[in-house]
């Protein structure tokens, strides 16, 4: 099946890894073919950047040179069955990539975008959510007000947590957030009881100020148990919040009944989850509303395709992550994925810097609340070399949480 020649047959010549830290790590692949075409992927797993960088350079890039750039799924078959060891973040993100650079390659050889490949426009944008945060609610519904005085439909809340010196997702800047902040992981402390008791008041201050249209999104990082996350959702209620987001862990998929059994506010949780497998039971039980799954840290567009297909299935529908850490490569994926499917919900979207979009050149904007793509062949995204070479890695990582008595908090 493999390396069949045909008309359409393109040879993967080369492959490349471009580490580059403009503001924050990014890894990208780019994919040479022997038709003149090049295809570009992300590959950035905040603050395992390298892992995954030797992933593809010792492992995968040897296995791809001479085989048909055109053979996408027997390919990502090929890397997740082939490998033996399937699963996990690094894998896939490494298998995501090859594939991003692989319909990038497609598209511009078919002279088409990417979004007209996976069935064409669906709608006519995609409605994203930005993000407000403050150290107090006050700050936090001024960030939010001017979030929609910009356009935004749909507005992410997060405050500090009083008596907490800093709270996890709540940055100093009011439209850029960098989760990954330090050399050698920061920890911060947490209590559960201050926070839940912070949070429903925040969101009846926002609807008090910002009305009843805009969607009002809430991520808990994973920080409660499931049966304090049913009692905050069941807090939040009055205020009609659009998600409560990564709620709890959910290496245990059951442990969603017990929310579920708790409160109508919707549940969106999956931008750790790597494969369908990870949520298969979330979503065949419908214990969930909108499936986070990336195009980067789960197996690419042709991974995502098939959990979203099995996710509109149960009524389920997507809510890609789109943090500052998925590059403008990933962003570029996502939105041609979310135009083109049905059952798209919502897109993250922080801002990426200046700087990152000088590294980065793309051709999605923003308007009126929504990111639209434009018609450039492929992702429509590239990467400038000579630039990305300016800015070496700098290793980075996400904090750690300990509850105030030091306990390494993961229940
Ligand atoms: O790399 C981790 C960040 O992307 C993540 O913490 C941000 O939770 C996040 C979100 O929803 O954007
Ligand atoms: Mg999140």
Not at 149 to 165: D, E, F, H, M, T
Not at 203 to 213: Q, S, T, W, Y
Request: glycine fraction near 8%; hydrophobic fraction near 40%.
């Amino acid at each position: 099946m493999a390396n069949t020649p045909s008309s359409t047959h393109a040879k993967i010549l080369s492959a490349k890894v471009i580490v580059t830290c403009p503001g924050r790590n990014f890894v990208t692949l780019k994919i040479e073919t022997d038709q003149g075409v090049y295809g570009l992927g992300d590959a950035t797993l905040n603050g395992r950047e390298l892992s995954v960088v030797s992933y593809l350079e010792d492992h995968v890039i040897p296995c791809l040179i001479g085989r048909d750039a055109h053979q996408i799924e027997d390919i990502w078959q090929y890397l997740y069955r082939g490998a033996y060891w399937r699963r996990g973040p690094v894998t896939m993100s490494a298998i995501a990539a090859v594939d991003m650079a692989l319909w990038d390659i497609k598209g511009k050889i078919a002279g088409l975008p990417l979004y007209q490949l996976l069935g064409g426009a669906c709608r006519t944008g995609v409605m994203v959510y930005g993000h407000a945060n403050g150290t107090t609610i006050e700050n936090t519904v001024e960030v939010a007000q001017s979030y929609q005085a910009l356009g935004y439909k749909a507005i992410r809340l997060q405050c500090g947590v009083p008596g907490l010196s800093s709270t996890y997702g709540v940055s100093k800047d009011k439209m850029f957030y960098e989760p990954a902040d330090a050399d050698l992981p920061t920890e911060n402390e947490w209590n559960t009881e201050a926070y839940m008791r912070v949070v429903p008041k925040l969101f009846k201050a926002a609807r008090e100020a910002l009305g009843d249209e805009v969607h009002l999104l809430h991520d808990v990082h994973h920080r409660l148990t499931p049966i304090e996350a049913g009692r905050l959702g069941r807090d939040l209620e009055p205020y009609r919040p659009f998600w409560m987001e990564d709620a709890t862990p959910a290496e245990n998929q059951e442990s969603f009944k017990l929310i579920r059994q708790h409160t109508t506010t919707p549940l969106a949780v999956g931008e750790i989850f790597n494969t369908l497998w990870d949520c298969k039971d979330l979503i065949s039980n419908q214990l969930i509303d909108y499936i986070r799954a990336t195009v980067v840290h789960a197996g690419g567009i042709t991974h995502l395709k098939r959990i979203a297909s099995f996710a509109d299935v149960y009524g389920v529908k997507t809510g890609c992550h789109g943090a500052t850490d998925l590059s403008p490569v990933c962003m570029s994926a996502a939105l041609h994925f979310d135009v083109s499917i049905p059952n798209f919900g919502i897109q993250e979207y922080m801002r990426h810097t200046e700087l990152t979009d000088e590294v980065f050149p793309h051709n999605y904007s923003f308007k009126a609340g929504s990111l639209h793509i434009g018609e450039a062949p492929g992702l429509g995204v590239d990467i400038d070399e000579e630039k990305a070479a300016k800015y070496p890695y700098q290793r980075a990582y996400l904090p750690v949480n300990r509850l105030q008595d030091g306990t390494l908090f993961n229940w």
